[in-house]
């Protein structure tokens, strides 16, 4: 049975000024690196056999300090890049409702659907636990890429609470469905107490 963790990459300067990322290679601030440091430290003692990560350097970044705390490469798979926000990249919600209207989320700004979002990461995300069968996989990613499909993968699972950065959610294969056996855990971070089933 494939077990895989996905954890949201460490927070950075446009995480805090609540600005569009999307495929804006924004490294992880002081905080981030050391959400990231933390979340290694917690998963040091965790068995996991790889580390694939998104190739913007947030993500990379937060999957290479754990690699190191683990000892394991990471390998990059650019199907875990964060969605393309096309033109609204960069732009906080006032500069959105500034420059396009109250509107604007309803307008073809190039941002890349819901959809595509959905099969990109199912795709990898299944892609990656049957080439590890009977493995354990960290990926390391973005938030609205592994939001997105967690509401495909485990419909039946509440995931409306908001991604926190370097939280952890663990799924596991089991027949005929996913099940979530954690799910946006922060206890590293000493702010919040994990839901886990």
């Not at 699972?157 to 908001?162: A, L, V």
Request: negative net charge; hydrophobic residues 35%.
């Amino acid at each position: 049975m494939a077990i895989i963790g996905l954890i949201r990459h460490g927070i950075t300067d446009w995480n805090n000024e609540y600005r569009a990322q999307g495929l804006a290679d924004i490294p992880l601030n002081e905080v981030g690196q050391r959400q990231a440091e933390l979340l290694a430290q917690r998963l040091k003692n965790e068995d996991w056999d790889y580390i694939y990560s998104s190739d913007l350097s947030r993500a990379l970044e937060t999957a290479e300090i754990i690699g190191r705390i683990k000892n394991i490469d990471v390998k990059i798979d650019e199907r875990l890049r964060e969605m393309n926000c096309g033109l609204i990249e960069g732009t906080t919600e006032q500069d959105r409702v500034n420059k396009w209207g109250y509107g604007w989320s309803k307008l073809d700004l190039g941002m890349e659907s819901n959809d595509d979002i959905i099969s990109r990461g199912v795709e990898c995300f299944m892609d990656l636990s049957e080439r590890h069968p009977d493995k354990k996989v960290l990926i390391v990613s973005h938030g609205a890429l592994i939001g997105l499909s967690l509401k495909k993968l485990i419909p039946h699972f509440d995931t409306s609470e908001h991604l926190h950065n370097t939280s952890v959610t663990i799924l596991d294969k089991a027949e005929p469905r996913w099940n979530c056996k954690l799910y946006n855990c922060i206890t590293h971070l000493n702010t919040e107490r994990c839901e886990s089933n």
